[in-house]
């Protein structure tokens, strides 16, 4: 796995490539990084040429000067892939990663020939609302105010408990540093993914095969909506990840990878 840097219009991108085969390109979560992807990268490198870039904003890429859009993520993305001169690639996101792989995949449905999805794509605009809402009494942890005792830090820990309830102590540790760390960046955009998503029903606009996976623990699971999504989304497959949440690639990465790989193929 090599460390590479692209000059694009807005700044540098920061991403890794590792492995030779088709594109296959990883979207992480806000507030992660390519780290989410470290476990899955090896397994599917054996078959792909495996891309997973750091958004604007988060890891090493540069950090953006007002606060993007979904589109316009989606936006820095294709320019990233044309850049590398591909003509078609897949795509895999989790969460609001699979936000951005849904908008690049019915924003330039040319572009991508297969697309993996994480289940928040499935929400219905009432579940988003009362999201919404809900961040408004409890905030995500990068909103939770300072204080000199350090409180915010042990109520931040508990935000990533609900993450991955099941997870080990060590495995919940390293997407928590992460997403602290996420603090220090300008602009956080679980607000804008979740507005963007109550806009359309996204998915049923989705015209490549595509692949949509909910972890049993992720605060969007729910069994029946993943089996609606069979009808929702034209060519479709659905799987439940077992023995985890929305922190799915590192409490479970070896499940995640497998299956991944298995639709890859086909």
């Not at 605060?219 to 659905?238: D, G, H, P």
Request: charged fraction near 20%; include cysteine; hydrophobic fraction near 40%.
């Amino acid at each position: 796995m090599k460390k590479h840097y692209i000059d694009l219009p807005e700044g540098q991108i920061h991403f890794v490539v590792a492995g030779q085969g088709q594109p296959v390109f990883l979207l992480h979560q806000s507030p992660m990084s390519i780290a989410e992807w470290d476990e899955i990268i090896p397994v599917l490198a054996k078959d792909f040429m495996v891309f997973a870039p750091d958004m604007p904003g988060h890891g090493q890429s540069y950090d953006p000067s007002y606060a993007m859009q979904v589109e316009d993520f989606a936006q820095v993305t294709l320019q990233l892939i044309n850049k590398l001169g591909f003509e078609k690639v897949m795509l895999a996101g989790n969460h609001s990663g699979a936000a951005l792989a849904t908008c690049i995949a019915t924003q330039a449905p040319h572009k991508v020939s297969k697309l993996i999805i994480s289940c928040e794509m499935l929400a219905s605009k009432k579940q988003i609302h009362e999201i919404m809402e809900a961040f408004k009494n409890k905030p995500i942890s990068r909103e939770i105010p300072f204080d000199d005792e350090g409180q915010f830090i042990a109520d931040a820990w508990k935000r990533y408990q609900m993450l991955a309830p099941t997870s080990s102590l060590d495995t919940r540790y390293k997407p928590f540093i992460i997403g602290q760390a996420g603090r220090l960046r300008p602009y956080d955009i679980h607000h804008c993914v979740l507005e963007w998503m109550e806009k359309q029903d996204w998915v049923s606009q989705i015209t490549c095969p595509t692949l949509v996976f909910g972890a049993e623990n992720d605060l969007f699971y729910s069994l029946s909506e993943l089996q609606n999504a069979l009808t929702r989304i034209k060519q479709c497959e659905v799987t439940t990840i077992s023995n985890a949440g929305a922190l799915c690639t590192f409490e479970n990465p070896s499940e995640i990878s497998r299956k991944f790989h298995e639709f890859l193929t086909k």
